[in-house]
């Protein structure tokens, strides 16, 4: 019914940026809250960053001031640009999408996971 199709992983050196993008697709009505997730190895899954339809956004402590989320709701994109990263950010990055599907059924999507790795 609604898939998403994450890009912009990588490996980077600490103290430098990437910018993840999100896309969402399928029999989708409406999208209200898009977040994004991180989990490393042995962890359980944590929020990083969400932000409702009217733009209003929440980060994770470990993020706040170098991390923002965005979305185009034309588009039904969202990213996250990571600034100024740390080992500690390192990884999988997974896209979260709530919404209305062209039934007016709600719908959770996730997306695949793309790897974050922040080393010298």
């Known amino acids: 019914q609604v898939q998403l199709v994450e890009s912009g992983g990588g490996s980077v050196q600490p103290g430098e940026f990437l910018r993840l993008s999100c896309a969402a697709s399928g029999t989708i009505f409406s999208i209200n809250d898009m977040a994004w997730y991180r989990q490393v190895p042995g962890k359980e899954r944590e929020l990083v960053a969400s932000?409702?339809?009217?733009?209003?956004?929440n980060y994770a402590d470990p993020v706040k001031g170098r991390f923002t989320i965005s979305r185009d709701n034309a588009k039904y994109m969202v990213y996250l640009q990571m600034n100024n990263l740390k080992p500690d950010d390192t990884a999988v990055y997974y896209c979260?999408?709530?919404?209305?599907?062209?039934?007016?059924?709600?719908?959770?999507?996730w997306g695949q996971g793309t790897q974050v790795t922040v080393s010298s």
């Open positions: 932000i409702t339809y009217s733009g209003s956004t």
């Open positions: 979260n999408v709530k919404g209305l599907v062209k039934w007016r059924s709600p719908f959770l999507a």
